[in-house]
């Protein structure tokens, strides 16, 4: 916030995207980000936030906390229903004041790196344009990630590098860049340290290293964009009209 760094990216375990005020839950103790949005709010002297969470998971908590506020877009982008179950659904859209200001993206099943970054470009985005945060959050689970044991995505670094883009592009343009990724999940050990390494390569501009495991699950056949995917994700953008510059 002070402008010391570009970005961050906060390493810290457990995760925290299912916690709610009053309970724990799926691995999860504390809301993290709720605590650094509100933080920010008290101590920081801005009012809007934007939280992104592309952990594979519904963002269940931001949901729950922040869905009657206006002042924080949560924009959660999840396989349809896999965790909290029954969790996340298009027609939750926040209640109150804070109506239009919840957005979710429950991609179908098997979704790959095409619905991924149609669903950047087509929701995401232009949400944050609408919004125009202070201040960018993202809950970075990288669990989407295509050997993931906990869900059914198959998203390679190149998903990952999109959706990294697609925040650093919004924090660039309301938010003077001042973007900050926070860990979720993500439980392949082959496969989330490379996810991992592409997003911080991406937020900082250099390269290190070339993904391993790119050239076998990349190759695999469903990276395009198919149609259902294609009509969940135009069906979520008709709600981005409601997100306005409060
Ligand atoms: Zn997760």
């Not at 298009?90 to 095409?114: E, L």
């Not at 670094?157 to 003077?176: C, H, P, W, Y």
């Not at 991406?202 to 993904?211: N, P, S, W």
Request: charged letters at 15%; glycine letters at 12%; one cysteine or more.
């Amino acid at each position: 916030m002070n402008g010391t760094v570009d970005n961050g990216y906060a390493l810290v375990n457990p995760a925290g995207h299912h916690a709610l005020p009053e309970t724990g839950l799926g691995f999860c103790i504390f809301n993290n980000v709720a605590v650094a949005v509100r933080h920010a709010q008290a101590e920081l002297g801005i009012e809007r936030i934007a939280i992104v969470d592309w952990d594979v998971h519904h963002g269940n908590g931001a949901q729950a906390i922040f869905g009657e506020d206006p002042s924080v877009l949560t924009v959660s982008l999840h396989q349809d229903r896999c965790f909290p179950p029954n969790s996340g659904l298009v027609t939750d859209r926040g209640t109150g004041a804070g109506h239009g200001y919840n957005i979710n993206i429950p991609m179908p099943v098997g979704t790959r790196d095409g619905g991924y970054q149609y669903a950047a470009q087509t929701v995401i985005g232009p949400a944050l344009e609408a919004f125009a945060p202070e201040l960018v959050l993202v809950a970075s689970g990288f669990d989407p990630n295509a050997m993931d044991p906990l869900a059914r995505q198959l998203v390679t670094t190149r998903g990952f590098i999109t959706l990294t883009e697609t925040v650093m592009a919004a924090a660039d343009r309301s938010a003077q860049g001042r973007l900050v990724l926070v860990q979720e999940g993500g439980y392949s050990p082959v496969y989330v340290p490379f996810c991992g390494l592409a997003t911080i390569e991406t937020l900082a501009g250099v390269h290190v290293l070339d993904d391993a495991i790119l050239p076998v699950v990349g190759g695999m056949g469903g990276h395009d964009l198919e149609p259902h995917q294609k009509a969940l994700v135009d069906l979520v953008a008709e709600h981005v009209t409601d997100v306005h510059h409060p």
